[in-house]
């Protein structure tokens, strides 16, 4: 979970690309892991670390505290 640990402090949340884009573009490894995900009832390293990566789990957190603070509508759409 390397990228967990990646928080340079220098690119503030707002200034970042799409959380729903960033959501797509890591589709695919989701996808992949599906099966194993599944089968073992939590998430593979690969797969958190592209969430941890693309700071999909900073989206719902306040600005204040380095999130992205978005609508819960644009949320879902990170969901799809």
Do not use: Q, W
Not at 21 to 49: M, Q, S
């Amino acid at each position: 979970m390397s990228a967990a640990l990646d928080m340079d402090g220098v690119t503030p949340m707002r200034s970042r690309t799409d959380p729903v884009a960033r959501a797509r573009a890591i589709a695919g490894i989701i996808e992949r892991d599906a099966p194993t995900i599944e089968a073992n009832k939590r998430f593979t390293p690969e797969v958190l670390d592209a969430l941890h990566g693309s700071a999909l789990f900073r989206t719902l957190l306040p600005r204040a505290y380095n999130g992205e603070e978005v609508t819960l509508p644009l949320s879902s759409g990170c969901r799809r």
